[in-house]
């Protein structure tokens, strides 16, 4: 399995990764307000079709770096489907113009681990196609590592790196 996105069919990335379980667990991390807060963003998400999704990103309370003081970048949805501990999709908002987009989260058990895909599709441009792999490729790894228990690498330059190389992958 590729560490890396992968473009799945027009405006649609995947990115798959194998984490420690049980399922249980990696679910947590996906709704839970805390826990997600730890490696994607905080913020309510309600486990039900029609509930209200936030993401209130706050990168220094991920690895440290930054100003704490910095205004957080907020986004919003809608949660389409819930089938608790397997499967979550919402819609996603691009914070500006664009229209909101959709990423869907599966899990399955593999023995005592965890495949995870997040697949974000309707991505409106390339530009926010390289941005969503970037971006997803940087926030599993950091849960990864939150779930072995491991400080994450800094955010930025992890992040800057990898959209150098979507940039240069990506059709």
Known sequence: MSEYGEVVEAATI???RLLPGPIE???AYLTDVDKRATWLAGGLLEQ???GRVEHIF??????GEGDPDDIADRRHGEVLECVPPRLLRHTWSTGGELADSVVTFALA???DKVRLVVTHSELPTRDEMVDV???W???LDILRDRLEQRS???FWPKLGKLRGEYEAMLP
């Open 48 to 50: 039900r079709a029609g």
């Open 25 to 27: 667990r990696v679910w």
């Open 109 to 111: 058990p593999v023995g």
């Open 14 to 16: 995947r990115v798959e």
């Open 152 to 154: 994450p690498e800094t």
């Open 133 to 135: 792999a970037s971006g």
């Open 58 to 63: 706050r990168i220094h309370e991920l690895t």
């Open 137 to 139: 490729h940087t926030h």
